[in-house]
């Protein structure tokens, strides 16, 4: 199945007071590049994460934004510095002697001063933790790849379309070039007759010019590997594996064909359907820009 390149996600995951929420969005990328915004205690967890999504996506700029909801209180470390909070008291008790002030500093009140206490993430990630993160990631990563899928089939839509019509172009140069030897062999020999008038033509050196311009024009060979390519490229839709690359390299060698069947076609009407069958391969090649 066709899958886009862009999309968007976003899951929820909550487990014994830890709570997590992702968001993935992506945008057309030739590789696969994953970009992961995170809380700081979580940091020991990112090859984790980039194997995790790796293992759902295989091509395209992804930004993975985390965040940490809801801490149990295993997540969380609150930290004295009793050098600041002695400090602290130094300077009050000498304010009391100075001033001749009663001391009525409490544990409350010297906790409410700055940088005596302090909260800290703990950066020591549990299975627990991850069990959440994880639960969070894939519900993200379900709604993003639906969202994928479903931008998909219209991508595959458009581009089965534009094949079949690329078919009946090919199919028109098939018809046109059994013709144009005739209209070369009738062409030439007239403006040899013209040319020799009343003198009998050398029919058999004309056999040979006609022989020779055939040979030179013959594009069955390509006809024949254009249809392939484009054979290839709608079955190539069906697959369950990433199509992107693949597609990009039908896409060229169908490029080359035509530009093969222009250059050595010495006939209007080809070259006037060669230009549409251009055009055709260009819409194409905009289109699977944006597969995976």
Same mark, same amino acid.
């Given at each position: 199945?066709?899958?886009?390149?862009? !999309?968007? !996600?976003? !899951?929820?995951?909550?487990?014994?007071?830890?709570?997590?929420?992702?968001?993935?969005?992506?945008?057309?990328?030739?590789?696969?590049?994953?970009?992961?915004?995170?809380?700081?205690?979580?940091?020991?967890?990112?090859? +984790?994460?980039? @194997?995790?999504?790796? /293992?759902?996506?295989?091509? !395209? +700029?992804?930004?993975?934004?985390?965040?940490?909801?809801? &801490? =149990?209180?295993?997540?969380?470390?609150?930290?004295?510095?009793?050098?600041?909070?002695? *400090?602290?008291?130094?300077?009050?008790?000498?304010? =009391?002697?100075?001033? %001749?002030?009663?001391?009525?500093?409490?544990?409350?009140?010297? /906790?409410?001063?700055?940088?005596?206490?302090?909260?800290?993430? +703990?950066?020591?990630?549990? #299975?627990?933790?991850?069990?959440?993160?994880?639960?969070?990631?894939?519900?993200?990563? %379900?709604?993003?790849?639906?969202?994928?899928?479903?931008?998909?089939? @219209?991508?595959?839509?458009?581009?089965?379309?534009?094949?079949? +019509?690329?078919? #009946?172009?090919?199919?028109?140069?098939?018809?046109?070039?059994?013709?144009?030897?005739?209209?070369?062999?009738?062409?030439?020999?007239?403006?040899? =007759?013209? &040319?020799?008038?009343?003198?009998?033509?050398?029919?058999?050196?004309?056999?040979? #010019?006609?022989?020779?311009? *055939?040979?030179?024009?013959?594009?069955?060979?390509?006809?024949?590997?254009?249809?392939?390519?484009?054979?290839? &490229?709608?079955?190539?839709?069906?697959?369950?594996?990433?199509?992107?690359? @693949?597609?990009?390299?039908?896409?060229?060698?169908?490029?080359?064909?035509?530009?093969?069947?222009? =250059?050595?076609?010495?006939?209007?009407?080809?070259?006037?359907?060669?230009?549409?069958? @251009? /055009?055709?391969?260009?819409?194409?090649?905009?289109?699977?820009? %944006?597969?995976?």
């Amino acid at each position: 199945m066709v899958k886009s390149m862009t !999309g968007y !996600g976003r !899951g929820y995951s909550e487990i014994n007071n830890r709570a997590f929420t992702v968001e993935l969005k992506s945008v057309n990328n030739r590789y696969l590049d994953i970009n992961i915004r995170y809380p700081k205690h979580l940091m020991s967890l990112e090859d +984790k994460i980039r @194997k995790f999504i790796s /293992s759902y996506i295989s091509r !395209g +700029k992804i930004d993975v934004y985390i965040s940490q909801d809801r &801490f =149990s209180k295993d997540d969380i470390e609150v930290k004295l510095d009793e050098n600041i909070a002695k *400090a602290y008291c130094d300077a009050f008790h000498i304010m =009391s002697e100075k001033l %001749n002030l009663e001391n009525d500093i409490t544990v409350s009140r010297l /906790s409410k001063f700055q940088d005596v206490l302090s909260i800290e993430k +703990k950066e020591e990630v549990t #299975e627990e933790i991850w069990q959440v993160l994880s639960n969070a990631l894939e519900n993200a990563l %379900n709604m993003f790849i639906d969202m994928r899928q479903k931008e998909g089939i @219209k991508l595959s839509e458009d581009l089965i379309t534009r094949c079949d +019509k690329i078919a #009946e172009l090919v199919n028109k140069i098939d018809e046109r070039s059994d013709l144009v030897v005739e209209e070369y062999r009738e062409k030439i020999y007239q403006r040899i =007759s013209d &040319f020799l008038k009343d003198i009998e033509v050398d029919e058999a050196r004309l056999l040979n #010019e006609v022989a020779f311009f *055939a040979d030179k024009c013959n594009i069955t060979e390509e006809i024949v590997r254009l249809r392939s390519h484009v054979k290839q &490229f709608k079955e190539s839709l069906n697959s369950d594996e990433p199509i992107g690359k @693949k597609l990009d390299f039908l896409v060229q060698e169908m490029n080359r064909e035509t530009n093969t069947i222009g =250059s050595k076609s010495n006939d209007l009407t080809i070259t006037n359907i060669v230009v549409e069958i @251009k /055009s055709e391969i260009e819409k194409i090649r905009e289109q699977i820009q %944006n597969i995976e």
